[in-house]
């Protein structure tokens, strides 16, 4: 299978740079695998779509702001793990301004570059713990084409968000509002969201293909309530990607927490999850993929160009789709 059979073309007004005044505004496409139909809806009309003994599982990790510049504005880091509150793995930016012994001034915190790994990435220790909230910025996708602002640190992040580590948000939570969210029977679990979800796929052919890990949990009563439902409605890849992994490790949904890699795409056999909710994923990526093997490449990628045809807002702040 080519990575180039999940692209598809994207017009640059459909990215949606900006946030909508109202979470739950969305619209919502809907995918009828059985009717192999679409539909079109809005995010408030979720609660139509769901039957006695369902159960929604979220993705509750908390996006912390892991983006810092140094003082003199020359170099950027992306922190991807904060191995204690000074000895952190970054990616950076420009390389050749952070080798080996090199250092980095974050307003009264000086790092410096004590390991280099193979893929770039670089351990750096600081003299002093730096504050997050102070020197850190949200890390908003690239496509978005702008910094982030104050009034992305409460938009750029659900309404049930708990625990700090995610570097992006779990996106397709953030159409729901506390009154939504009560309407419906639901259980978390937790998945922080890592590099990964910037890094397109290179490879040619779509096993070829390496995932980042990332570190999730589930808890027992978590695990006591989704294997007691009927049915399974995953909010986001991340839950699913939780999910399918415990269930892949222990041949059942038990409470775990680990780091998975794992790698959803076509053909595969879901072992947890029933239904999907999801946002509009970019070509050619590991989302993409997972959806195409959730309700079948032909369909999600027809699905995609309706759409584009009825100008839904696409990505992080775009709007959604439910795969039932």
Request: net charge negative.
């Amino acid at each position: 299978m080519l990575t180039s059979d999940f692209d598809y073309h994207l017009p640059e007004e459909l990215i949606a740079s900006e946030p909508l005044p109202d979470r739950a505004a969305s619209r919502m496409l809907v995918v009828d695998r059985a009717r192999q139909t679409i539909s079109h809806h809005h995010f408030t009309d979720l609660p139509q779509f769901i039957q006695p003994g369902d159960r929604l599982v979220l993705n509750n990790t908390r996006v912390v702001p892991a983006r810092f510049f140094s003082n003199d504005g020359t170099k950027e880091l992306l922190r991807l793990e904060a191995i204690t509150p000074t000895h952190w793995r970054c990616m950076v930016k420009p390389g050749r301004k952070l080798r080996l012994n090199d250092t980095i001034h974050i307003g009264p915190s000086t790092g410096t570059v004590t390991f280099i790994h193979e893929n770039g990435d670089r351990d750096l220790t600081f003299d002093h713990p730096i504050d997050e909230n102070q020197h850190g910025h949200l890390a908003l996708p690239p496509y978005m084409h702008r910094e982030d602002r104050d009034d992305d640190k409460p938009r750029y992040q659900t309404v049930f968000a708990q625990h700090d580590g995610s570097i992006a948000a779990p996106t397709a939570g953030l159409h729901f509002t506390p009154e939504i969210l009560s309407q419906i029977p639901h259980s978390f679990v937790t998945l922080h969201v890592g590099v990964g979800t910037f890094q397109p796929v290179k490879a040619e052919n779509v096993q070829d293909h390496q995932m980042h890990a990332e570190h999730y949990a589930l808890t027992s009563e978590s695990a006591a309530e989704i294997n007691a439902a009927n049915r399974v409605i995953a909010v986001g890849t991340t839950a699913t990607r939780v999910l399918e992994s415990i269930a892949a490790k222990h041949g059942s949904l038990i409470p775990d927490t680990g780091s998975t890699n794992i790698f959803i795409y076509p053909p595969y056999q879901f072992k947890v999850i029933d239904a999907l909710i999801t946002n509009f994923h970019l070509p050619k990526s590991t989302l993409l993929m997972l959806v195409s093997a959730l309700a079948g490449k032909d369909l999600i990628l027809r699905a995609y160009q309706e759409a584009i045809q009825q100008k839904y807002r696409f990505y992080s702040y775009g709007d959604c789709m439910l795969i039932l």
